[in-house]
């Protein structure tokens, strides 16, 4: 079963950096990590789940939000089955539980039900 968990969350001031990490495990014969898509996903209180950032198995191409371009970058590290969002720039509307999803493609996916495997979430506050 595959198994992703979050980390590197916590309290930041407005304009400062994060970078929280995913770490994959449990796949199977026939689903490696190098042949998954990966994304992150943030849901602040009373919102719903949004796309943040996405990114194809091999790391060739990947997707941002309008509201993270520029700021977000999503990297993947398939030795370590690792996949990263550095977050700059940050501000108080980034304040949300960031979730890191797993789609059994190559290619690249942005749609919340393409992704089949999904982590924990782990917290991120911005203060103003």
């Known amino acids: 079963q595959v198994q992703l968990v979050e980390s590197g969350g916590g309290l930041v001031q407005a304009g400062g950096s994060l970078r929280v990490s995913c770490a994959a495990s449990?796949?199977?014969?026939?689903?490696?990590?190098?042949?998954?898509?990966m994304g992150w996903f943030r849901q602040a209180p009373g919102k719903e789940r949004e796309i943040v950032a996405a990114?194809?198995?091999?790391?060739?191409?990947?997707y941002y939000s309008d509201s993270v371009k520029g700021r977000f970058t999503i990297s993947r590290d398939n030795a370590k089955n690792t996949v990263y969002l550095q977050m700059n720039s940050l501000k108080a509307e980034d304040t949300a539980v960031y979730y890191c999803?797993?789609?059994?493609?190559?290619?690249?996916?942005?749609?919340?039900?393409?992704?089949?495997?999904w982590g924990q979430g782990t917290q991120v506050t911005v203060s103003s």
């Open positions: 449990g796949f199977a014969a026939g689903l490696a990590f190098d042949r998954t898509a």
């Open positions: 990114i194809t198995s091999r790391g060739g191409s990947t």
């Open positions: 999803a797993a789609a059994p493609t190559l290619l690249l996916q942005i749609r919340t039900d393409e992704y089949r495997y």
